[in-house]
């Protein structure tokens, strides 16, 4: 069963910046892509950014330049750096192995809030 839990969220104002983690039990997480989704109210989840197992990012247009995906194997975590935030990053963010979503299932995610 793998477990995932993510923290690190909060409030934050415009321009503002948060770290969020995600640790990932089972061994799932050292194979596979890992991902950072988030889903604000009233929207579907999206894939904001994604990580292979080798280390190389993908980012979603909306946050590139501003976020940065990495991940610790050692640790079986998963980090986002998120900088120069803007009210329309407010969602509740999730990390999953890219590709095996329907299969693991999601945590609780981690409320992030830009707002002054």
């Known amino acids: 069963q793998v477990q995932l839990v993510e923290s690190g969220g909060g409030l934050v104002q415009p321009g503002g910046s948060l770290r969020l983690s995600c640790a990932a039990s089972g061994s799932i997480f050292s194979r596979n892509a890992m991902g950072w989704y988030r889903q604000a109210p009233g929207k579907k989840r999206e894939l904001v950014a994604a990580i292979t197992s080798g280390g190389s990012p993908n980012y979603a247009d909306s946050v590139k330049g501003r976020f940065t995906i990495s991940r610790d194997n050692a640790k079986n975590t998963v980090y986002l750096q998120m900088n120069s935030l803007k009210p329309e990053d407010t969602a509740v963010y999730y990390c999953?192995?890219?590709?095996?979503?329907?299969?693991?299932?999601w945590g609780q995610g981690t409320q992030v809030t830009v707002s002054s």
């Open positions: 999953n192995a890219v590709g095996w979503e329907s299969r693991t299932g």
